[in-house]
Protein backbone atom coordinates (compact mmCIF):
# COMPACT_ATOMS: atom_id res chain seq x y z
CA UNK A 1 0.00 0.00 0.00
CA UNK A 2 2.86 2.46 0.81
CA UNK A 3 4.95 1.55 -2.51
CA UNK A 4 1.08 2.09 -4.59
CA UNK A 5 0.78 5.46 -2.26
CA UNK A 6 4.20 6.76 -3.16
CA UNK A 7 3.21 5.83 -6.80
CA UNK A 8 0.31 8.44 -6.78
CA UNK A 9 2.55 10.53 -5.17
CA UNK A 10 5.16 10.62 -7.88
CA UNK A 11 2.02 11.03 -10.28
CA UNK A 12 0.42 13.81 -9.27
CA UNK A 13 3.73 15.69 -9.12
CA UNK A 14 4.69 15.13 -12.96
CA UNK A 15 1.46 15.34 -14.76
CA UNK A 16 1.75 15.54 -18.40
CA UNK A 17 2.20 19.52 -19.41
CA UNK A 18 -0.44 20.81 -21.97
CA UNK A 19 1.54 23.68 -23.35
CA UNK A 20 -1.44 25.16 -24.82
CA UNK A 21 -2.79 25.75 -21.57
CA UNK A 22 1.09 26.93 -20.02
CA UNK A 23 1.33 28.83 -22.37
CA UNK A 24 -2.01 30.90 -22.40
CA UNK A 25 -0.58 30.68 -18.47
CA UNK A 26 2.35 32.70 -19.38
CA UNK A 27 1.24 34.63 -21.94
CA UNK A 28 3.13 33.35 -24.80
CA UNK A 29 1.84 30.45 -27.39
CA UNK A 30 4.17 27.42 -27.95
CA UNK A 31 6.91 27.18 -30.36
CA UNK A 32 5.65 26.16 -33.72
CA UNK A 33 5.28 27.04 -37.41
CA UNK A 34 2.34 24.92 -38.69
CA UNK A 35 2.88 26.53 -42.29
CA UNK A 36 6.27 24.65 -41.98
CA UNK A 37 4.65 21.61 -40.87
CA UNK A 38 2.52 21.64 -43.71
CA UNK A 39 5.10 22.33 -46.65
CA UNK A 40 6.97 19.10 -45.19
CA UNK A 41 3.98 16.68 -45.36
CA UNK A 42 3.43 18.11 -48.90
CA UNK A 43 6.48 17.68 -49.68
CA UNK A 44 6.35 13.96 -49.01
CA UNK A 45 3.18 13.34 -50.75
CA UNK A 46 4.31 14.67 -53.90
CA UNK A 47 8.53 14.04 -53.93
CA UNK A 48 9.73 10.85 -53.09
CA UNK A 49 13.41 12.22 -52.83
CA UNK A 50 12.37 13.82 -49.83
CA UNK A 51 11.27 10.98 -47.90
CA UNK A 52 14.57 9.12 -46.95
CA UNK A 53 16.05 12.68 -45.29
CA UNK A 54 12.93 13.81 -43.46
CA UNK A 55 12.13 10.21 -42.23
CA UNK A 56 15.54 10.14 -41.05
CA UNK A 57 15.50 13.40 -39.60
CA UNK A 58 12.09 13.69 -37.82
CA UNK A 59 9.90 11.85 -35.15
CA UNK A 60 5.89 12.09 -34.89
CA UNK A 61 6.86 14.90 -32.05
CA UNK A 62 8.41 17.30 -34.40
CA UNK A 63 5.17 17.76 -35.20
CA UNK A 64 3.19 20.54 -33.09
CA UNK A 65 -0.77 19.82 -34.80
CA UNK A 66 -2.13 16.62 -33.29
CA UNK A 67 -3.64 15.99 -37.10
CA UNK A 68 -0.11 16.50 -38.61
CA UNK A 69 1.16 14.02 -36.50
CA UNK A 70 -1.11 11.69 -37.18
CA UNK A 71 -0.63 12.17 -41.19
CA UNK A 72 3.21 11.73 -40.54
CA UNK A 73 2.38 8.66 -38.26
CA UNK A 74 0.93 7.07 -41.35
CA UNK A 75 3.61 8.14 -43.44
CA UNK A 76 6.07 6.58 -41.54
CA UNK A 77 4.37 3.16 -40.98
CA UNK A 78 3.83 3.26 -45.01
CA UNK A 79 7.70 4.06 -45.81
CA UNK A 80 8.61 1.44 -42.91
CA UNK A 81 6.51 -1.39 -44.99
CA UNK A 82 8.21 -0.01 -48.22
CA UNK A 83 4.61 1.67 -49.42
CA UNK A 84 5.53 4.89 -51.75
CA UNK A 85 3.75 8.20 -50.30
CA UNK A 86 0.85 9.60 -51.73
CA UNK A 87 -2.84 10.51 -51.66
CA UNK A 88 -4.11 7.24 -52.35
CA UNK A 89 -2.09 5.25 -49.75
CA UNK A 90 -1.52 7.81 -46.79
CA UNK A 91 -5.38 8.17 -47.07
CA UNK A 92 -5.89 4.17 -46.57
CA UNK A 93 -3.29 4.50 -44.16
CA UNK A 94 -4.76 6.53 -41.79
CA UNK A 95 -8.21 4.71 -42.93
CA UNK A 96 -7.42 1.78 -41.34
CA UNK A 97 -5.78 3.51 -38.28
CA UNK A 98 -9.12 5.08 -37.64
CA UNK A 99 -7.95 8.37 -37.97
CA UNK A 100 -8.63 9.58 -41.40
CA UNK A 101 -11.74 11.57 -40.30
CA UNK A 102 -9.87 13.26 -37.42
CA UNK A 103 -7.19 14.73 -39.74
CA UNK A 104 -10.29 16.35 -41.76
CA UNK A 105 -10.19 13.71 -44.72
CA UNK A 106 -9.29 13.31 -47.86
CA UNK A 107 -9.68 17.14 -48.40
CA UNK A 108 -7.05 17.93 -46.18
CA UNK A 109 -4.19 15.48 -47.47
CA UNK A 110 -5.13 17.19 -50.97
CA UNK A 111 -4.54 20.46 -49.59
CA UNK A 112 -0.87 19.54 -48.47
CA UNK A 113 -0.19 18.32 -51.61
CA UNK A 114 -0.64 21.26 -52.99
CA UNK A 115 2.12 22.92 -51.25
CA UNK A 116 4.24 23.98 -54.71
CA UNK A 117 7.70 24.86 -53.84
CA UNK A 118 7.88 22.68 -50.38
CA UNK A 119 10.33 20.09 -51.80
CA UNK A 120 13.00 22.73 -53.05
CA UNK A 121 13.78 24.12 -49.26
CA UNK A 122 12.86 20.47 -47.48
CA UNK A 123 16.34 20.95 -45.47
CA UNK A 124 15.51 24.23 -44.02
CA UNK A 125 11.91 23.26 -43.24
CA UNK A 126 12.77 20.49 -41.59
CA UNK A 127 15.77 22.52 -39.53
CA UNK A 128 13.12 24.44 -38.46
CA UNK A 129 11.00 22.00 -37.17
CA UNK A 130 13.68 20.15 -34.97
CA UNK A 131 14.23 23.55 -33.79
CA UNK A 132 10.57 24.57 -32.57
CA UNK A 133 10.56 20.58 -31.11
CA UNK A 134 13.55 21.19 -29.17
CA UNK A 135 12.24 24.38 -27.85
CA UNK A 136 8.77 22.55 -26.59
CA UNK A 137 10.55 19.86 -24.65
CA UNK A 138 12.63 21.82 -22.86
CA UNK A 139 9.83 24.24 -21.84
CA UNK A 140 7.89 20.82 -21.02
CA UNK A 141 11.08 19.97 -18.55
CA UNK A 142 11.62 23.16 -17.13
CA UNK A 143 8.17 23.45 -16.40
CA UNK A 144 8.51 20.02 -14.62
CA UNK A 145 11.29 21.23 -12.85
CA UNK A 146 9.66 24.17 -11.87
CA UNK A 147 6.32 22.74 -10.45
CA UNK A 148 8.61 19.79 -8.76
CA UNK A 149 10.74 22.14 -7.19
CA UNK A 150 8.09 23.94 -5.15
CA UNK A 151 7.32 20.74 -3.43
CA UNK A 152 8.98 20.50 0.36
CA UNK A 153 8.98 16.57 0.09
CA UNK A 154 11.01 15.83 -3.00
CA UNK A 155 14.37 14.87 -1.82
CA UNK A 156 17.22 18.16 -3.70
CA UNK A 157 19.11 15.02 -5.09
CA UNK A 158 16.51 13.40 -6.63
CA UNK A 159 15.15 16.74 -8.47
CA UNK A 160 18.67 17.10 -9.33
CA UNK A 161 19.03 13.98 -11.28
CA UNK A 162 15.60 14.37 -12.44
CA UNK A 163 16.53 17.77 -13.67
CA UNK A 164 19.20 16.81 -15.58
CA UNK A 165 17.75 13.60 -16.93
CA UNK A 166 14.93 15.57 -18.25
CA UNK A 167 17.11 18.35 -20.25
CA UNK A 168 19.56 16.01 -21.35
CA UNK A 169 17.05 13.71 -22.73
CA UNK A 170 15.56 16.78 -24.35
CA UNK A 171 18.57 18.03 -25.93
CA UNK A 172 19.97 14.01 -26.93
CA UNK A 173 16.94 13.05 -28.52
CA UNK A 174 17.08 15.53 -31.36
CA UNK A 175 20.56 15.89 -32.17
CA UNK A 176 21.62 12.97 -34.49
CA UNK A 177 25.41 13.18 -36.05
CA UNK A 178 25.86 13.13 -39.83
CA UNK A 179 27.40 10.97 -41.84
CA UNK A 180 31.38 11.55 -42.85
CA UNK A 181 32.76 10.78 -46.01
CA UNK A 182 35.43 7.46 -46.37
CA UNK A 183 38.11 9.76 -47.44
CA UNK A 184 37.78 12.50 -44.18
CA UNK A 185 38.16 9.43 -42.02
CA UNK A 186 41.01 7.83 -43.94
CA UNK A 187 43.19 11.35 -43.59
CA UNK A 188 41.85 11.21 -39.99
CA UNK A 189 43.36 7.65 -39.35
CA UNK A 190 46.46 8.67 -40.74
CA UNK A 191 47.26 11.67 -38.92
CA UNK A 192 46.42 9.31 -35.72
CA UNK A 193 48.78 6.75 -37.49
CA UNK A 194 51.69 9.43 -37.71
CA UNK A 195 51.01 10.81 -34.01
CA UNK A 196 51.71 7.02 -33.38
CA UNK A 197 55.00 6.70 -34.99
CA UNK A 198 55.90 9.83 -33.34
CA UNK A 199 55.01 8.56 -29.72
CA UNK A 200 56.49 5.17 -29.87
CA UNK A 201 53.98 3.43 -31.31
CA UNK A 202 51.33 4.63 -28.43
CA UNK A 203 47.79 5.99 -29.60
CA UNK A 204 46.21 6.69 -26.67
CA UNK A 205 46.76 7.83 -22.76
CA UNK A 206 49.61 5.71 -21.60
CA UNK A 207 49.07 3.21 -18.44
CA UNK A 208 52.95 3.12 -17.44
CA UNK A 209 53.10 -0.37 -17.50
CA UNK A 210 55.00 -1.42 -21.19
CA UNK A 211 53.62 -5.02 -21.26
CA UNK A 212 50.19 -3.59 -21.44
CA UNK A 213 50.49 -0.70 -23.86
CA UNK A 214 52.10 -2.95 -26.02
CA UNK A 215 48.82 -5.05 -26.40
CA UNK A 216 46.25 -1.62 -25.76
CA UNK A 217 48.84 0.98 -27.39
CA UNK A 218 47.16 3.02 -24.22
CA UNK A 219 44.07 4.17 -23.34
CA UNK A 220 41.75 4.52 -26.26
CA UNK A 221 39.56 7.71 -26.59
CA UNK A 222 36.15 7.19 -26.06
CA UNK A 223 36.95 3.36 -25.00
CA UNK A 224 35.08 2.13 -21.53
CA UNK A 225 37.38 0.12 -19.83
CA UNK A 226 36.16 -2.33 -17.36
CA UNK A 227 38.80 -2.93 -14.06
CA UNK A 228 36.55 -6.26 -12.56
CA UNK A 229 37.93 -8.57 -9.44
CA UNK A 230 37.09 -9.51 -6.35
CA UNK A 231 37.54 -7.43 -3.08
CA UNK A 232 40.54 -6.73 -1.96
CA UNK A 233 42.46 -8.10 -4.88
CA UNK A 234 43.64 -4.67 -5.92
CA UNK A 235 41.40 -3.37 -8.28
CA UNK A 236 42.00 0.47 -6.65
CA UNK A 237 45.53 -0.24 -6.23
CA UNK A 238 46.20 -0.55 -10.14
CA UNK A 239 43.86 2.35 -10.82
CA UNK A 240 45.67 4.57 -8.95
CA UNK A 241 49.17 3.13 -10.67
CA UNK A 242 47.91 3.93 -13.59
CA UNK A 243 46.37 7.43 -12.55
CA UNK A 244 49.53 8.30 -11.12
CA UNK A 245 51.49 7.18 -14.05
CA UNK A 246 49.75 9.16 -16.45
CA UNK A 247 49.86 12.45 -14.61
CA UNK A 248 52.79 12.03 -13.15
CA UNK A 249 55.08 10.56 -15.70
CA UNK A 250 53.47 11.58 -18.95
CA UNK A 251 51.64 15.33 -17.47
CA UNK A 252 48.07 14.17 -18.30
CA UNK A 253 45.44 15.42 -16.16
CA UNK A 254 43.52 12.64 -14.88
CA UNK A 255 39.85 13.20 -12.81
CA UNK A 256 39.43 10.14 -10.16
CA UNK A 257 35.30 9.87 -9.57
CA UNK A 258 36.54 7.92 -5.95
CA UNK A 259 32.66 6.92 -4.99
CA UNK A 260 34.17 4.67 -2.44
CA UNK A 261 37.28 5.78 -0.58
CA UNK A 262 37.68 9.70 0.72
CA UNK A 263 39.78 11.45 -0.96
CA UNK A 264 42.34 11.66 1.96
CA UNK A 265 42.66 7.49 1.70
CA UNK A 266 43.27 7.60 -1.82
CA UNK A 267 46.01 10.38 -1.38
CA UNK A 268 47.42 8.42 1.23
CA UNK A 269 47.57 5.38 -0.93
CA UNK A 270 49.23 7.58 -3.94
CA UNK A 271 52.13 8.71 -1.10
CA UNK A 272 52.82 4.56 -0.30
CA UNK A 273 53.13 4.09 -3.69
CA UNK A 274 55.30 6.78 -4.38
CA UNK A 275 57.46 7.04 -1.33
CA UNK A 276 57.43 3.15 -1.09
CA UNK A 277 57.64 4.03 3.04
CA UNK A 278 54.76 1.33 4.65
CA UNK A 279 50.94 2.32 4.67
CA UNK A 280 51.14 2.64 8.85
CA UNK A 281 53.79 5.21 8.44
CA UNK A 282 51.93 7.28 6.06
CA UNK A 283 49.10 7.40 8.18
CA UNK A 284 50.70 7.87 11.21
CA UNK A 285 50.61 4.92 13.67
CA UNK A 286 54.23 4.62 13.21
CA UNK A 287 56.86 7.81 13.59
CA UNK A 288 58.60 8.68 11.24
CA UNK A 289 62.53 9.43 11.26
CA UNK A 290 64.11 12.55 10.36
CA UNK A 291 65.71 10.76 7.13
CA UNK A 292 62.04 9.43 6.03
CA UNK A 293 60.69 12.83 6.65
CA UNK A 294 63.05 14.01 3.81
CA UNK A 295 62.72 11.42 2.23
CA UNK A 296 58.72 12.11 1.99
CA UNK A 297 59.55 15.90 1.38
CA UNK A 298 61.37 15.04 -2.12
CA UNK A 299 59.61 12.10 -3.13
CA UNK A 300 56.38 13.70 -3.25
CA UNK A 301 57.50 16.98 -4.99
CA UNK A 302 56.33 15.48 -8.29
CA UNK A 303 52.87 13.98 -7.00
CA UNK A 304 52.03 16.86 -5.52
CA UNK A 305 52.53 19.03 -9.07
CA UNK A 306 50.53 15.80 -10.79
CA UNK A 307 47.50 17.34 -12.30
CA UNK A 308 45.31 15.22 -10.56
CA UNK A 309 41.72 15.99 -9.41
CA UNK A 310 39.97 13.81 -6.78
CA UNK A 311 35.86 14.03 -6.74
CA UNK A 312 34.92 11.76 -3.59
CA UNK A 313 30.98 12.30 -3.68
CA UNK A 314 29.12 9.25 -2.48
CA UNK A 315 26.39 7.67 -4.29
CA UNK A 316 27.12 10.07 -6.80
CA UNK A 317 24.48 9.85 -10.01
CA UNK A 318 25.19 9.20 -13.18
CA UNK A 319 24.22 12.61 -15.13
CA UNK A 320 25.84 14.41 -12.21
CA UNK A 321 28.79 12.74 -13.11
CA UNK A 322 28.78 13.28 -17.12
CA UNK A 323 28.27 16.85 -16.07
CA UNK A 324 31.50 16.95 -13.76
CA UNK A 325 33.12 15.15 -16.57
CA UNK A 326 32.09 17.47 -19.28
CA UNK A 327 33.51 20.54 -17.17
CA UNK A 328 36.50 18.85 -16.25
CA UNK A 329 37.75 17.96 -20.06
CA UNK A 330 36.74 21.55 -20.95
CA UNK A 331 38.26 23.46 -17.95
CA UNK A 332 41.20 21.32 -17.14
CA UNK A 333 42.11 19.18 -20.42
CA UNK A 334 41.19 15.90 -18.58
CA UNK A 335 42.33 13.04 -20.77
CA UNK A 336 41.78 9.96 -18.31
CA UNK A 337 38.44 9.39 -15.95
CA UNK A 338 38.54 6.51 -13.47
CA UNK A 339 35.28 5.54 -11.90
CA UNK A 340 35.99 3.33 -8.73
CA UNK A 341 33.52 1.83 -8.57
CA UNK A 342 30.48 1.29 -11.23
CA UNK A 343 28.18 -0.03 -8.51
CA UNK A 344 28.46 2.61 -6.08
CA UNK A 345 26.72 4.97 -8.60
CA UNK A 346 22.97 5.89 -8.77
CA UNK A 347 20.97 5.58 -12.10
CA UNK A 348 17.95 7.04 -13.24
CA UNK A 349 15.77 8.04 -10.41
CA UNK A 350 12.64 6.41 -11.95
CA UNK A 351 14.68 2.89 -12.12
CA UNK A 352 15.67 2.70 -8.36
CA UNK A 353 14.39 -0.63 -7.15
CA UNK A 354 15.18 -2.57 -10.57
CA UNK A 355 18.79 -3.00 -9.72
CA UNK A 356 19.87 -4.57 -13.40
CA UNK A 357 17.86 -2.28 -15.39
CA UNK A 358 19.84 1.05 -13.38
CA UNK A 359 23.31 -0.76 -13.24
CA UNK A 360 22.50 -1.08 -17.02
CA UNK A 361 21.71 2.44 -17.60
CA UNK A 362 24.50 3.82 -15.98
CA UNK A 363 26.78 1.42 -18.13
CA UNK A 364 25.12 2.99 -21.17
CA UNK A 365 25.92 6.77 -20.04
CA UNK A 366 29.00 6.01 -18.78
CA UNK A 367 29.87 4.64 -22.70
CA UNK A 368 27.97 7.73 -24.17
CA UNK A 369 29.92 10.10 -21.57
CA UNK A 370 33.52 8.78 -23.44
CA UNK A 371 32.27 8.35 -26.79
CA UNK A 372 30.50 12.61 -26.49
CA UNK A 373 33.63 13.79 -24.49
CA UNK A 374 36.15 11.32 -26.55
CA UNK A 375 37.89 10.41 -23.42
CA UNK A 376 38.51 7.12 -22.20
CA UNK A 377 36.51 5.58 -18.87
CA UNK A 378 38.04 3.36 -16.88
CA UNK A 379 34.92 1.83 -14.33
CA UNK A 380 35.82 -0.75 -11.60
CA UNK A 381 33.73 -3.46 -11.05
CA UNK A 382 32.32 -6.46 -8.76
CA UNK A 383 33.02 -9.57 -9.60
CA UNK A 384 30.51 -12.24 -9.03
CA UNK A 385 31.17 -15.05 -6.35
CA UNK A 386 31.10 -17.39 -9.47
CA UNK A 387 34.92 -17.85 -9.51
CA UNK A 388 35.61 -18.57 -6.11
CA UNK A 389 33.11 -21.63 -6.15
CA UNK A 390 34.90 -22.94 -8.96
CA UNK A 391 37.83 -25.54 -8.74
CA UNK A 392 41.27 -25.03 -9.41
CA UNK A 393 42.12 -23.30 -12.45
CA UNK A 394 38.43 -22.70 -13.30
CA UNK A 395 38.75 -19.49 -10.44
CA UNK A 396 39.65 -17.74 -13.08
CA UNK A 397 37.59 -14.79 -14.19
CA UNK A 398 35.04 -14.93 -16.88
CA UNK A 399 33.22 -12.42 -18.63
CA UNK A 400 29.99 -14.14 -17.25
CA UNK A 401 31.44 -12.86 -14.12
CA UNK A 402 30.68 -9.68 -14.01
CA UNK A 403 27.81 -8.69 -11.58
CA UNK A 404 24.61 -7.73 -11.82
CA UNK A 405 24.05 -6.90 -15.43
CA UNK A 406 24.99 -8.69 -18.71
CA UNK A 407 25.37 -4.70 -20.42
CA UNK A 408 28.50 -3.81 -18.55
CA UNK A 409 30.29 -6.33 -21.30
CA UNK A 410 28.02 -5.54 -24.07
CA UNK A 411 28.92 -1.67 -23.34
CA UNK A 412 32.22 -2.04 -22.46
CA UNK A 413 35.13 -1.79 -25.25
CA UNK A 414 37.61 -3.84 -23.13
CA UNK A 415 37.06 -5.69 -19.93
CA UNK A 416 40.43 -6.54 -17.75
CA UNK A 417 40.50 -8.92 -15.03
CA UNK A 418 43.11 -8.96 -12.28
CA UNK A 419 44.02 -12.53 -11.15
CA UNK A 420 46.11 -13.07 -8.10
CA UNK A 421 47.54 -16.32 -7.50
CA UNK A 422 47.97 -16.00 -3.88
CA UNK A 423 44.23 -14.53 -3.08
CA UNK A 424 42.92 -17.67 -5.02
CA UNK A 425 44.98 -20.02 -2.96
CA UNK A 426 46.27 -21.48 -6.20
CA UNK A 427 50.04 -21.74 -5.10
CA UNK A 428 51.87 -22.09 -1.86
CA UNK A 429 55.00 -21.32 -3.46
CA UNK A 430 56.82 -18.28 -1.73
CA UNK A 431 57.41 -16.58 -5.42
CA UNK A 432 53.38 -16.67 -6.10
CA UNK A 433 53.22 -13.88 -3.52
CA UNK A 434 51.72 -10.83 -4.91
CA UNK A 435 51.55 -12.79 -8.46
CA UNK A 436 49.25 -11.46 -10.76
CA UNK A 437 47.74 -11.69 -14.00
CA UNK A 438 45.84 -8.58 -16.07
CA UNK A 439 43.60 -10.86 -17.88
CA UNK A 440 42.22 -9.05 -21.22
CA UNK A 441 39.18 -10.89 -21.68
CA UNK A 442 37.67 -8.47 -24.28
CA UNK A 443 39.27 -6.29 -26.15
CA UNK A 444 37.19 -4.71 -29.00
CA UNK A 445 39.61 -2.93 -31.39
CA UNK A 446 42.61 -5.46 -30.31
CA UNK A 447 43.90 -8.78 -28.82
CA UNK A 448 42.69 -10.42 -26.01
CA UNK A 449 46.35 -11.52 -23.52
CA UNK A 450 47.39 -12.18 -20.46
CA UNK A 451 49.95 -10.15 -18.81
CA UNK A 452 52.23 -11.07 -15.65
CA UNK A 453 52.64 -8.75 -13.17
CA UNK A 454 53.80 -8.67 -9.37
CA UNK A 455 51.61 -7.12 -6.45
CA UNK A 456 53.52 -5.06 -3.88
CA UNK A 457 51.49 -5.55 -1.00
CA UNK A 458 53.91 -3.12 1.21
CA UNK A 459 54.09 -0.73 -1.57
CA UNK A 460 50.59 -0.75 -2.72
CA UNK A 461 51.53 -1.16 -6.58
CA UNK A 462 52.05 -3.23 -9.26
CA UNK A 463 55.02 -3.86 -11.55
CA UNK A 464 55.74 -5.62 -14.36
CA UNK A 465 57.38 -8.97 -13.96
CA UNK A 466 60.17 -8.36 -15.76
CA UNK A 467 61.18 -4.88 -14.26
CA UNK A 468 59.60 -6.63 -11.06
CA UNK A 469 63.03 -9.01 -11.44
CA UNK A 470 65.31 -6.16 -12.72
CA UNK A 471 64.56 -4.48 -9.15
CA UNK A 472 65.20 -7.48 -7.46
CA UNK A 473 68.68 -8.17 -8.57
CA UNK A 474 69.19 -4.33 -7.68
CA UNK A 475 68.41 -4.89 -4.35
CA UNK A 476 70.42 -7.79 -3.84
CA UNK A 477 73.35 -6.17 -5.15
CA UNK A 478 73.14 -3.00 -3.38
CA UNK A 479 72.33 -5.14 -0.03
CA UNK A 480 75.43 -7.19 -0.44
CA UNK A 481 78.07 -4.38 -1.42
CA UNK A 482 76.74 -1.09 0.08
CA UNK A 483 76.68 -0.55 3.56
CA UNK A 484 73.73 1.04 4.83
CA UNK A 485 73.88 5.37 6.19
CA UNK A 486 73.32 6.25 9.69
CA UNK A 487 69.60 5.68 10.34
CA UNK A 488 68.80 3.98 7.31
CA UNK A 489 68.21 0.16 7.10
CA UNK A 490 70.20 -1.95 5.25
CA UNK A 491 69.36 -2.86 1.74
CA UNK A 492 67.12 0.83 1.22
CA UNK A 493 67.68 2.63 -1.83
CA UNK A 494 66.24 6.11 -2.00
CA UNK A 495 64.24 6.74 -5.31
CA UNK A 496 65.31 10.58 -4.53
CA UNK A 497 68.49 9.72 -4.84
CA UNK A 498 68.29 9.56 -8.53
CA UNK A 499 68.09 11.92 -11.10
CA UNK A 500 65.69 12.71 -14.10
CA UNK A 501 67.34 10.74 -16.58
CA UNK A 502 67.44 7.83 -14.34
CA UNK A 503 63.94 6.67 -13.87
CA UNK A 504 63.24 4.45 -16.34
CA UNK A 505 61.11 5.26 -19.20
CA UNK A 506 60.58 2.73 -22.05
CA UNK A 507 58.22 4.92 -24.21
CA UNK A 508 57.79 8.54 -23.43
CA UNK A 509 59.69 11.70 -22.06
CA UNK A 510 58.90 12.38 -18.79
CA UNK A 511 57.23 15.51 -17.80
CA UNK A 512 56.30 17.58 -14.76
CA UNK A 513 52.97 18.76 -14.12
CA UNK A 514 51.62 22.49 -12.58
CA UNK A 515 48.29 21.96 -11.71
CA UNK A 516 47.71 21.71 -8.28
CA UNK A 517 47.10 18.49 -6.40
CA UNK A 518 43.39 18.58 -5.55
Not at 348 to 372: D, F, N, Y
Request: charged fraction near 25%; charge should be negative.
Amino acid sequence: MAEEGKKRSVRRRNPSVNLDTLGLEMGNIPPQALDVEEAVLGALLIEPHCVDEAMDELSPSCFYSEKHRMIFEAMSSLNNEHVALDLLSVSQKLKSQGNLEAVGGTITLAQLSQKIGAAAHIEYYIRILKQKCIQRELITASYDILKTSYDESVNVDDLIDTAQTKLFAAIQNNVKKDVQEIGKVINDALEDLQKRQDSNGLSGVPSGFPSLDKITLGWQASDLIILAARPSVGKTAFVVNVARNAAVDFNMPVAIFSLEMPAKQLANRMMVSETKLSADKIKGGVKLQDWEWQQLDIQLKRLTKAPIYIDDTPSLPVMEFRSKVKRLVKQKGVRLVVVDYLQLMQGPSELRGMREQEVAAISRTLKATAKEMDVPIIALSQLSRQSENRQGSNRRPQLSDLRESGSIEQDADMVIFIHRYDYQGLSDNPDDVGRTQIIIAKHRNGAIADIDMRFRADEVRFVDEHESMVNQAAEITSSANVPPAPGIPQGYVPIASMGVDDIPSSYGTNEFGQNDFM
